[in-house]
């Protein structure tokens, strides 16, 4: 027998990639790192992780397990400031982008810090509505948007509407004539621009489904159209080129595309591009070497280049509008899950990884499987000061591919029992989450000054059972 389950590790006979994550102490392993776990976190007297004042084993006797946990204040300020930011570079509207995760509380709270909110569907729309939200201040996008998602968009009276295809441009303007109203929209471009963290692909041709091509003037045409119909007001154009961006040179050359469109429709048909969305894509730190450009020097940068470029090309600076979503909701929650089973697992060259089950998996976060996400986790009921083990955080589906956390470094002295909390979940989880293995989905709960709101309760069992006729 070992000392420990885990053993001692050999960090020769490691992967480069794990031997670099090894902490550099033990102390090192009950650090939160600031800029990845919402600002209130910290650890109380216990060594447990407290929230918004709560301590997360409260929060999860009282809520259950897996828990996805909110700082309210932080999602407030993170919203504030993006309003800022971006209000204070040109925007006319920064909408929050509802794909992220949404509740009638978080539509409420971010609406109170003035954010507007992009809904990509009915349903999206609809918690929008009944959240009290007033029409003028969404935006409806979809590239496939339903007759009944257009209608009931249009008799919300929504501020926006964004056009993603010729079909499109005849059902809004079939719905606004019907309901007796004038439709703004913008046409969605696709100007040939992949972002994605410090990459971007700049191509002459976009092989997607969103948006309408620049090249083959597919955008122009739509323009052209959406000008003759009377029930729509054309207001500009959008261009969304990506997600987790951690600096602003995809939006350089996205706008340089997009403006001389602007510029080319103004000479070609007169008709003047009054507002430039740019969509969303800010990233967010899901590691402590993670690096994404603060909101405010994102936003300068682009609200420079869109100037630069619109002084080039001889045109007026339109009103922007933006969409972020991870960057509100994401770094502003954790996940809670309590530890099941810790099985050692020897690999090659004697090193042992430690599988570390937990009450969910794949289920509430799928980005793990589904993207190759990367996220930090840490032991949340207690400090230790055992020596770090190589795990693998991993979920109870039934499929290896549920796993949470790829490589982790966690107290050696680890057991069923401990609670772990995974950092910058607020976004693409919850809303991504699914009944797989008809487990429940957790609850969404948020914590402020020592005080909980619950945004979503957990799922029952009698939830999932409702939609079976014969059950
Ligand atoms: N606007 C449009 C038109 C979008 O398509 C998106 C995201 C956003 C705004 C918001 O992007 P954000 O600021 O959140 O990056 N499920 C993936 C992300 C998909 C994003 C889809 N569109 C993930 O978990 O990483």
């Given at each position: 027998m070992r000392a420990h389950p885990a053993g001692p590790l050999h960090a020769d006979g490691l992967m480069a990639h794990e031997a670099a994550s090894r902490p550099e102490s033990v102390a090192a392993m009950n650090v939160l790192a600031p800029g990845v776990w919402p600002s209130s976190a910290r650890r109380n007297a216990d060594g447990a992780i407290e929230i918004g004042g709560i301590d997360v084993r409260d929060a999860v006797a009282e809520f259950g397990s897996p828990l996805f946990l909110f700082d309210e204040d932080d999602l407030r300020t993170r919203a504030r400031r993006y309003r800022e930011a971006y209000v204070g570079v040109g925007a006319r509207l920064v909408y929050y982008a509802a794909k992220a995760f949404l509740t009638t509380s978080v539509a409420r709270i971010v609406t109170d810090e003035g954010l507007g909110i992009d809904v990509a569907s009915g349903g999206e729309l609809a918690v929008a509505l009944r959240a009290g939200?007033?029409?003028?201040r969404i935006l409806m996008h979809g590239n496939n948007k339903s007759l009944a998602e257009i209608e009931a968009a249009v008799e919300a009276r929504v501020g926006r509407i964004v056009v993603d295809s010729f079909e499109d441009i005849v059902r809004i303007a079939d719905a606004a004539v019907r309901a007796g109203v004038v439709q703004p929209v913008l046409v969605r471009v696709t100007v040939g621009v992949e972002a994605h963290t410090h990459e971007f692909i700049a191509t002459a041709h976009e092989d997607q489904k969103f948006g309408l091509s620049v090249t083959s003037g597919a955008a122009d045409e739509a323009v052209r159209r959406v000008a003759k119909l009377p029930s729509l007001d054309f207001r500009g154009l959008h261009s969304h080129i990506g997600s987790q961006i951690f600096d602003a040179s995809g939006f350089e050359v996205a706008a340089a595309r997009v403006v001389s469109v602007a510029q080319r429709i103004w000479d070609e048909q007169g008709i003047e591009v009054e507002e430039l969305n740019l969509g969303g894509g800010m990233g967010i730190a899901y590691l402590e070497t993670d690096d994404p450009l603060d909101v405010i020097d994102m936003a300068s940068q682009i609200g420079d280049i869109v100037g630069k470029q619109c002084a080039n090309e001889g045109i007026p600076m339109p009103a922007l509008a933006f969409e972020p979503g991870r960057a509100i909701v994401g770094p502003a929650a954790v996940t809670l899950y309590e530890v099941g089973t810790v099985k050692p697992v020897e690999l090659d060259r004697g090193v042992v990884r430690t599988y570390v089950s937990v009450d969910g998996g794949m289920s509430d976060n799928i980005r793990t499987a589904l993207y190759d996400a990367e996220y930090t986790v840490v032991l949340a009921s207690r400090e230790s000061s055992a020596e770090p083990m190589l795990c693998r955080v991993v979920g109870k589906h039934c499929e290896s591919g549920d796993i949470v956390v790829r490589d982790a470094w966690l107290p050696g002295d680890l057991v069923p029992g401990d609670l772990l909390a995974v950092a910058a979940t607020g976004a693409y989880c919850r809303s991504m989450a699914s009944n797989y293995n008809y487990l429940p989905r957790p609850a969404v709960v948020a914590a402020r000054d020592g005080a909980t709101t619950v945004f979503l309760r957990r799922e029952t069992l009698d939830d999932l059972l409702r939609l079976d006729p014969g059950a």
């Open positions: 939200v007033p029409g003028e």
